[in-house]
């Protein structure tokens, strides 16, 4: 059994690798920390868990969660997890990151997106935990950068097709539409429910830090630097992204074309699949899941292609993948613990 | 491992035994039958399925339905299922049927509430499928009225307050709220996402069916006839289903006296969660598991007790409940094949 | 024109005082106060009503809103009213006070109710503000102390019910469940988009501070005291309420006995439906208006009567009706300004 | 008075014609016609307008529509509206159809995208009813193809900065996202609750018939031809679309460089709102009204601009619409009883 501790256990993404985990047939969970609710019992908190999930949450603390856990998944916001990264891994844990501290390789970057970086030695060593494109990197790390939800949704269609050279990389426009849950568990006005209920819109527009953490990663596919154009909006659901692509060919290709680029590119990676028929991915029918469903349309004239890929941003986008990782990092199959059968409604 | 059969599989209540039987350690999937959707592949009717579901829909044949199933679970409307089980049972099969064909032990009440019932020699063999309270008669079963979602959700908190004495059973009234996916797959108007959405409404005042059917169970509980008020609403929400219970207690009694009547009553029955603290159930928390969680409020009179209770209305409300009736009558463990952790959000 | 202020005009119920008034056609909207927001344009608060609200909201001052207006309502939490409303009725000012501080008659049940009562005196020269029937006092009131949501669904339907001696009182049960614009625009975790959505519960079981407003007021209707049971639900809609009441009824009566009852008692008041053949009344075809619709069924054994009202929460059951109350105060047509057509969806 | 009678008053179009005209304060609904509810009251079909609209369909009579009403809303599916039209111009009418059938200039693009028309020579004599952009042809006209809801969402925002010449036509890329009212009242699994709750998803992707009606009329601003990629999404919302558009710079512009294209275009015209501040405008703060708000995004690299409109589908995008054209065609103010004022909430 792996002992995994999750650090930041009651915001949404900590429960979610909570629920998850809990029904992981080789994970123990050993140890839950909370700064908020420390000395509380996990399923009051959530109480959908009670009687799957019985630990008590804890002040973090260096040594206790080190001798608790080998695996520690950091659910915490950036800034705050390169604190606590150093320690742990000097400890000997493995650790995955699900904040943005150690998904960049350039530290310039980081800090143009976010603020400075107190751990930037750690950077070279970190893997970006995308977990069906760098996964022989990621069975070697001891420090994961668990992609952002938005990125997910991008490169996972995208990488396959510029590594091929098959995109006019300066037309790429992802227009992405993500489910509530990615604001977190944090009580504010843009998300109340009467501010989302009925309500679609932008936001963000031009100055979204995923934006950033793509361009870096695409841009490895790409072989050259990569900028986007990328707009993210707010969808009055509760889990679920949606992000739609545009990008012109840079070649004369065929539906079939892609479909084999794509095919081939993540043959036998069960989480990846691709859409029959040009029918577009609904949210609806990864919800839950750590699937990635892409479609893709090329347009009539053969010059743009249309591509569309849905997540659930709490899974694929978040704890799954995440976990998704540890079985890599930990040489178990990949699906261990992932397979939930979605719902059909 | 149990070869099962499902007899309209592409509704939502079959789509709902597909999804959770997919996951099933003990089970193989050898049968699906849909009339609508002979010889198209599951899958490409719920692409959510997709590489977890693989089988192709056909359409039924009793000899082949019994040639390759052991456990057959009917997903008709009522009056077709009865057309179906005489002959599956006389082929050895153990059936559990999700209509209400099969629930009523008095064929009137049936024929008064639904139609003429064209295999009434079969009801006294048939055991009602509300899983913690007839396990007995459901171990011996080969055929099992499965409950409808409304008496599931009412008939689960009363029957052991009802069988200790404690309500005055003239003043029993059920206030229940149900999603929407309770209606079925059907198109219709009433289903039509601008009619529910934003709207709340009671439907089938004092006329809907699961109302004798309850009754008559409830009767069961108090050894004496039961009519009890049922107004069921509709929720603009997929999956849950809420019902507020109203009755005089016919004794003084503590709150820690009804907790312990519940709890000992569900003593070892883990589908069972009565929350804490008299918080009030939610039905997000019950989202697609199979548990029933109830709450309670005595008034400070002591006169009144309120009870809440709320299941997922496709899963304890059908489905789940009928997995768990074929995990009891085929000697599994109740809850083999639905440890579904709960959503968080 | 009829000159008003709103005093917190930048809450839920200020913002829909000012939606309905800025489209009233003999009001003038003078002068708008909000602490949070003091220099600042209510239009970009709430950006909907650019082009067509363009006030910059002010902070609160006795003299400059007396100056200014004639009308005001005040649209603060309780406590808060009640430090505003002596001073504004000293400069000869009418107030609207849509908080709880003037809705009772009887300063101990408020106090048991909320806290410590600074301006007692005013609760004999307060009306309660329920337009349809205290529609003589309302005439003549200089203070009105305005009712709340739920106990508008609530006493609408009984009012006349009791007064005419049909139920029996010590049945009363009302289970009522509102949308989530009634907790008001404040952040918290009970309003999050992801704990709402797909989310249904009861809450305050037993302790809701409007039922003791209710009983008050159907007291007045009974001549005796009333003690009925209420359980609030919260519903993921965004404006509507819906309540279902049970009661014996006291006598045998027919429908079209209770229709007259009814129909009677609320002739020539336009707010007031009452739904054709049984009908339920439906949330979604009163929203955004002053309606309360209401239905009712009798059940076959002629004992008990189920009756169910809609309204929409900040309409009927806050500002729509605060304003209805000015007109009638001011010699208006009660509907003048609120003859909104229902949205249809 | 104007006389109006609106043909298939029943959808979703016609009743939100109904809702509005109902308010109108200088229209009389004179007939509504409804194949499917001849001589049934509307309002038992809509029970939310009762006491608000009291007439009754019938069926269509070209003499009996044409004597009682002067202008003639069409509210039918595409096809059957041109079998209307001519018979009800030729007795002097002015008809405004909220179809399909007379959007187009050229016939072989409406018969490329829907089927052979019947009355070809009309199409020369319509007026496409986008009302800020053709006021001076609507105001002479007497036959309106009132614009698509993708359409008007669409052009509206582009439409002057096309004319003025400062995008690259090529790259234009509008991903637009759509309630679920814009489906019509039909039922269909399509529009099944609990297909589109929780859910998000493209479709018809390249192929959705708005596409060519765009493209003929963007071309006009253009002044050559045009070929967008449009791709429509379905919104888990009743009311409101939202389109983000994309498109390269043709020039070195500056923010208020686009702004005042924009405000010197629309100058005067209440219904366009162009946001402050890049704000990304909201379908919640349109909800129910004739707005369509507009913002905009120059990328730092000065290369893209991204633009985002929102409007309700049913209002501008179908009925308002049609009312503001009737409006300039009958010589009122084009807000004449279209001046509702938005929700907060």
Chains 1, 2, 3, 4 share one sequence.
Not at 201 to 210: L, P, Q
Not at 245 to 263: E, F, N, P
């Amino acid at each position: 059994m792996i002992k995994v501790g999750i650090i930041g256990a009651t915001g949404y993404t900590g429960a979610e690798l909570v629920r998850i985990l809990a029904g992981h047939p080789d994970v123990k969970i050993n140890v839950l920390t909370s700064r908020q609710y420390a000395g509380v019992a996990f399923n009051t908190i959530y109480p959908a868990m009670s009687g799957m999930v019985d630990q008590v949450c804890e002040a973090f603390d260096f040594d206790k969660v080190s001798e608790k856990a080998d695996v520690i998944f950091i659910a915490l916001p950036h800034k705050l997890s390169m604190e606590y990264t150093p320690g742990l891994l000097q400890r000997g844990k493995k650790v995955i990151d699900l904040s943005a501290d150690f998904r960049f390789s350039d530290p310039a970057k980081y800090e143009a997106a976010y603020q400075h970086h107190t751990a930037k030695e750690l950077l070279s060593r970190a893997v970006y935990g995308l977990s069906e494109i760098f996964t022989e990197d990621i069975q070697k790390a001891d420090l994961i950068g668990n992609p952002g939800c938005y990125p997910t949704s991008v490169i996972l269609p995208l990488f396959p097709l510029l590594k091929q050279g098959l995109l006019e990389v300066k037309t790429i426009i992802a227009d992405a539409k993500s489910g509530v849950s990615g604001a977190g568990r944090g009580a504010s006005l843009a998300t109340h429910f009467c501010e989302v209920n009925e309500s679609f819109k932008a936001y963000k527009v031009g100055t979204h830090r995923h934006k950033p953490e793509m361009d870096e990663k695409l841009g490895v596919a790409a072989g050259k630097p990569v900028d986007i154009t990328f707009v993210p909006h707010l969808l009055p659901i509760t889990r679920g992204m949606e992000t739609t692509i545009y990008a012109d060919l840079s070649q004369k290709v065929s539906h079939s074309d892609i479909r084999q680029c794509l095919t081939t590119f993540y043959s036998g990676r069960g989480f990846i699949r691709i859409t029959e028929n040009q029918r577009p991915p609904d949210t609806l029918q990864v919800r839950g899941t750590n699937y990635c469903d892409i479609g893709f349309v090329i347009e009539k004239t053969g010059r743009r292609i249309i591509i569309m890929s849905v997540i659930d941003n709490l899974v694929k986008g978040a704890a799954g993948q995440a976990i998704q990782n540890m079985n890599i990092m930990t040489g178990l199959d990949e699906a261990r613990g992932l397979k939930m059968v979605p719902y059909a409604l």
